[in-house]
């Protein structure tokens, strides 16, 4: 029986052709480009620095630790891509999923808790279950996790159109729509590649997966920002939340962030 950290020894490969590149990484491309959500990283500090100067440190803290849950997504990304090991396999998705738990537990709406949640401490236990009992299970059939993973956007996407009917802020739809069309890209290309891999390899492109890494974090972006927005409208009621882009809106590229603007107290 091979060994877990074997070369190849994951249940799934992708189409791009492997070792082609080099000698020591199956999937080149698929590799470097498992390094575009280190981006996020150079770009967070945007969202730090306003809310901290605003004095809500909470949230910058929880910022600075999902930032450290996608470093950890990309390193074990690339580990995966360049080995295509069961152990790297195992990481990156699991990566994914604990990445995930975290956003939920600290983020997930109060009010779409389940009846029996009173707490944010009780669905953080819920949240935590849930998740040991899905990490258990990702053992049992490998092969399905990434699609099991994919399908939670869709949970995602439902509560981002839930949000979206009762905001008015036509900005917060604006990037919000930005968000839904770099993913619809994202998801296309890692479809393509999972179900048309012989046609792209017959036109000698088979290199959407690496789009994938690219488009989804492009995608992810946007998302941070927009569940920022709705998470600080709940939680500090006192701020009003407002998108902003860096360096500026008439760029055909930029980078979007929260300012916190103080109403004016009513007499």
């Known amino acids: 029986m091979p060994s877990i950290f074997s070369y ?9 052709g492997n070792f082609e590149h080099s000698t020591v990484i199956a999937e080149y491309y698929n590799t470097v480009n498992g390094t575009a959500l280190f981006s996020l990283l150079l770009l967070a500090p945007l969202n730090f620095l306003v809310l901290e100067g ?3 440190g909470t949230f910058s803290e929880l910022q600075v630790n999902h930032g450290t849950s996608i470093a950890y997504n990309s390193i074990f990304s690339m580990y995966f891509h360049m080995t295509l090991s069961y152990m790297g396999q195992l990481l990156d998705e699991l990566s994914i999923l604990w990445t995930l738990a975290a956003a939920y537990s600290f983020w997930y709406p109060e009010i779409y808790f389940p009846r029996c949640i009173k707490t944010r401490k009780h669905f953080l236990w819920l949240t935590g279950i849930t998740t040991v ?9 490998p092969a399905i996790n990434a699609y099991a993973l994919n399908c939670i956007a869709f949970h995602l996407l439902y509560l981002t159109w839930r949000e979206l009917k009762k905001c008015n802020d036509k900005r917060v739809h604006r ?3 930005t968000m839904v069309v770099w993913w619809v890209l994202a998801i296309s290309s890692w479809i393509s590649d999972r179900w048309l891999c012989g046609f792209w390899q017959a036109i000698n492109f088979p290199y959407l997966h690496s789009f994938w890494h690219v488009l989804i974090a492009i995608s992810l972006l946007y998302c941070f920002p927009v569940v920022m927005y709705f998470d600080i409208s709940y939680e500090v009621p006192t701020f009003k939340p407002k998108i902003e882009y860096w360096p500026s809106d008439s760029w055909p590229v930029v980078v979007p962030y929260i300012v916190l603007e103080e109403p004016h107290k009513q007499c």
């Open 133 to 141: 009992i899905s990490t258990l299970m990702s053992f049992v059939k």
């Open 175 to 177: 990037m919000a729509a």
């Open 8 to 16: 190849q020894s994951a249940e799934v490969d992708w189409c791009e």
């Open 54 to 56: 605003a004095g809500v």
